[in-house]
């Protein structure tokens, strides 16, 4: 499995972007997928997780701010990211699940000034 992800870019605060990721390769209808971001010196977190069925998981610091979505025919995800603050400002990684194994995008960089 592999996974493209793309859409980062340089932002100003408050301001929106929406980050794109499509899986290629052996997909399973069931399965979850999401991104996760990781600032310098921190550690990885979660962002968003959204399964094949439609439910999402919003971490608590993105929670009314960002929504997530997937086109299943596409085997892609999407990131909807509003209101965006210099915190968010990380490098967004990709995410599929399933069965178990766990695939990762190579990352896309989100910079958000003040």
């Known amino acids: 499995v592999q996974l493209q992800a793309s859409g980062g870019g340089l932002v100003q605060a408050g301001g929106s972007l929406r980050l794109s990721c499509a899986a290629s390769g052996t997909i399973f209808s069931i399965n979850i997928m999401g991104w996760y971001r990781q600032a310098p010196g921190k550690q990885r977190e979660l962002v968003a997780t959204i399964t094949s069925t439609g439910f999402t998981n919003l971490g608590p610091s993105v929670k009314g701010r960002f929504t997530i979505s997937r086109d299943n025919a596409k085997n892609a995800v999407y990131l909807q990211m509003n209101s965006l603050q210099t915190e968010d400002t990380a490098v967004y990684h990709c995410?599929?699940?399933?069965?178990?194994?766990?695939?990762w995008g190579q990352g896309t960089q989100v910079t958000v000034s003040s």
């Open positions: 995410r599929l699940l399933q069965s178990d194994t766990v695939a």
